[in-house]
């Protein structure tokens, strides 16, 4: 038996509706294209990558300002063999922490808490070199330990890096003046050689003879 409930009869219409397939196919307004993003990390390896918190002390307020949550990494040149320390926040992938470990650097555990450490570094996360002081904590003592003793790794090779490359660019002066001075050499030989020697014409060598007959009349 039929029902004579409108409302019912409403429902029974929406659903059919629902169900009914027309097969029709609708295209894309805007086709997306795929587009390659560049991390600038291309051409870097990753030497140790922790999860951690990041802070800041903030001079202004006398305190610790969080930077983000996030992957600490330690990324060294494949060329360069330069080592820098990057960290992003994890789910905006905001840079906030981005700086070379330089040998002058040190890092040191935070006081009275063995899960976080302190350096200073001239940072770049914000496109301008600014001196920061940083604090980071990690979820054990373990990867507190590792950061640390990587970082100063890291730092002491580049500081064994560095004294390379003194006494490379020392050895190419050497080599350099060397050069010169063989070539300075080498250009006054054939200056001497081009100059011709002092030669006297027969008229020259007359007047002295007739001189020296002068003389011996005399």
């Known amino acids: 038996m039929a029902s004579n409930d409108p409302e019912h009869k409403e429902e029974e219409e929406t659903t059919a509706a629902e169900d009914e397939d027309t097969g029709a196919q609708v295209a894309p307004i805007v086709k997306l294209e795929e587009v390659a993003v560049s991390t600038g990390e291309e051409d ?43 960290m992003r926040q994890s789910k905006t992938l905001k840079i ?5 470990v330089i040998p002058t650097m040190s890092v040191q555990e935070h006081a009275g808490n ?6 200073h570094a001239a940072d770049f996360a914000d496109g301008e070199l600014k001196d920061e002081l ?27 890096k560095e004294d390379k490359e003194e ?13 010169l001075s063989v070539e ?17 014409t027969p008229e020259k060598v007359g ?12």
């Open 114 to 119: 063995d899960k976080s450490c302190v350096w």
């Open 44 to 86: 870097e390896d990753a030497i140790l990558d922790l999860k951690a918190k990041l802070y800041r002390f903030d001079k202004d307020g006398n305190q610790w300002k969080e930077r983000g949550a996030g992957s600490v990494r330690f990324l060294k040149h494949k060329k360069t063999e330069k080592v820098r320390l990057v």
């Open 184 to 200: 300075d050499k080498k250009e006054e030989n054939e200056v001497k050689e081009e100059t011709p020697e002092k030669v006297e």
């Open 96 to 100: 906030c922490a981005n700086h070379l």
């Open 134 to 160: 940083f604090c980071i904590r990690f979820a054990s003592v373990d990867n507190c330990k590792k950061f640390m003793e990587t970082f100063q790794e890291v730092a002491e090779s580049q500081s064994s």
């Open 167 to 179: 006494n490379q660019d020392a050895t190419n002066a050497a080599g350099l003046l060397e050069k």
């Open 207 to 218: 007047e002295v003879k007739a001189a020296d007959a002068e003389k011996k009349a005399e």
